[in-house]
């Protein structure tokens, strides 16, 4: 298995905490080549810390390298398409974080670049290559009926956790002008996905994107696609979602927030007749901590079994990394594609629709 050299594009804080230390720990399969950040601070802070002489403002540059065979995109999220497109047009492939991008235009261009090049794009959605999740998925395929779903994400806001247990360089040398046309520039992407919508249901929409992508990408990797959404709403200026997916046969209910409590409160559910499952999460940012399945069932409905189920200590994003290895190498298509990331952006835009139609005079 030869190894792939790998540009980082995007120097901050999972690039920092998770995707360096990974690749470190997979050195076998992956070498850094080359880092990008805006931020001199961060580039200067990270190519130190890790020993990676070539660094870059302009990511352009950085993919001009014949010496890089794929690249992390995991600068801001408004900037994920531009960085994949023009990525695989200087012949590399991706691994880009999640959201892959904000609307379906640019999902759209990124299917047909990736066609058209034949490049691999994979979008960081981690948890759905986590052990306990694949165990889960395999029991769910099994399982004669399924009667009830839940899919739950309540989440302490990510410093709350990474400022007690990492030391992160800040990219805090950024030009207010760089960042007031970030802000800009994701407006207008978001306009674009929602149209004019008041400020509440920008920020959920933010919010599905920033982290239920998480959430419904593996919802529909055990379940599939819902046939539709049955209702969905925001509550607190859109920081506040829950919604439930129609399959038919059961409903799967959707919950989704932030707080100020320092803990990942963040589980899928499925309930059968004699048997119901619960895959539980951690917070991405303290690496290796174990994603749990617990599993209850009966058979004769008088004996009750209930296992914890921890098929390892494989972390999600070293079996993220692991399979895009693979994929590079094997030609095999990905799971998390572009193609399925649209899936998501379209469960998003019947949300959004059925929030709207839901306000409040
Ligand atoms: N998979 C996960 O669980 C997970 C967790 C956190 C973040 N993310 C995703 O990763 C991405 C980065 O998040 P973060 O928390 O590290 O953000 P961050 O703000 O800490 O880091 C972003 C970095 O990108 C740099 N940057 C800004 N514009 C750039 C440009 N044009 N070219 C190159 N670098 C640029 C910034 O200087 C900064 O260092 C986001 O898309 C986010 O959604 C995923």
């Given amino acids: 298995m030869s190894r792939l050299r790998i540009g980082i594009i995007?120097?901050?804080?999972?690039?920092?905490?998770?995707?360096?230390?990974?690749l470190y720990?997979?050195?076998?399969?992956?070498?850094?080549?080359?880092?990008?950040?805006v931020s001199p601070k961060a580039l200067?802070?990270?190519g130190e810390a890790w020993n990676i002489a070539s660094r870059f403002s302009r990511y352009q540059d950085l993919l001009a390298l014949d010496t890089v065979d794929a690249v992390l995109i995991a600068n801001p999220s408004a900037y994920?398409?531009?960085?994949?497109?023009?990525?695989?047009?200087a012949g590399k492939h991706a691994l880009v974080e999640k959201p892959m991008c904000l609307n379906l235009a640019e999902n759209d261009a990124i299917i047909a670049e990736a066609e058209k090049?034949?490049?691999l794009v994979q979008v960081g959605t981690m948890r759905r290559y986590a052990p306990a999740f694949l165990e889960a998925c395999r029991i769910v395929k099994e399982m004669e009926e399924i009667r009830l779903a839940k899919v739950h994400d309540i989440i302490g806001r990510n410093n709350l956790i990474i400022e007690p247990t990492s030391t992160v360089v800040a990219a805090d040398d950024i030009p207010e002008s760089m960042a007031a046309s970030l802000r800009h520039r994701q407006e207008e992407q978001i306009r674009e996905a929602i149209g004019d919508q008041p400020a509440a249901l920008k920020t959920a929409y933010n919010m599905m994107l920033g982290l239920s992508t998480h959430d419904t990408s593996a919802m529909r990797e055990?379940?599939?696609?819902?046939?539709?959404?049955?209702?969905?709403?925001q509550r607190h200026g859109g920081r506040s979602l829950t919604a439930a997916f129609d399959y038919g046969e059961f409903v799967c209910m959707f919950s989704s927030g932030s707080d100020n409590i320092p803990r990942y409160e963040t589980f899928l559910q499925v309930y059968g007749a004699d048997k119901a499952l619960r895959v539980d999460y951690d917070t991405p940012f303290v690496r290796?901590?174990?994603?749990?399945?617990?599993?209850?069932?009966?058979?004769?409905?008088?004996?009750?079994?209930h296992t914890i189920i921890q098929p390892g200590w494989g972390d999600a994003f070293t079996e993220e990394w692991r399979a895009f290895h693979h994929s590079v190498r094997s030609g095999e298509p990905t799971k998390a594609s572009p193609q399925d990331f649209r899936q998501d952006l379209l469960l998003y835009r019947d949300m959004i629709q059925l929030m709207a139609d839901g306000e409040p005079a």
Wanted: proline share 4%.
């Fill in 44 to 46: 200067a802070g990270v």
């Fill in 10 to 22: 995007g120097c901050g804080s999972v690039a920092q905490i998770v995707h360096l230390p990974t």
């Fill in 222 to 233: 055990m379940l599939g696609m819902p046939k539709k959404v049955l209702y969905a709403t």
């Fill in 117 to 119: 090049t034949g490049r």
């Fill in 288 to 305: 290796n901590l174990p994603i749990r399945l617990s599993l209850v069932e009966s058979s004769d409905g008088q004996r009750k079994t």
């Fill in 25 to 37: 720990q997979l050195r076998n399969l992956f070498e850094v080549a080359a880092i990008c950040d």
């Fill in 80 to 89: 994920h398409a531009e960085a994949t497109i023009a990525a695989m047009r």
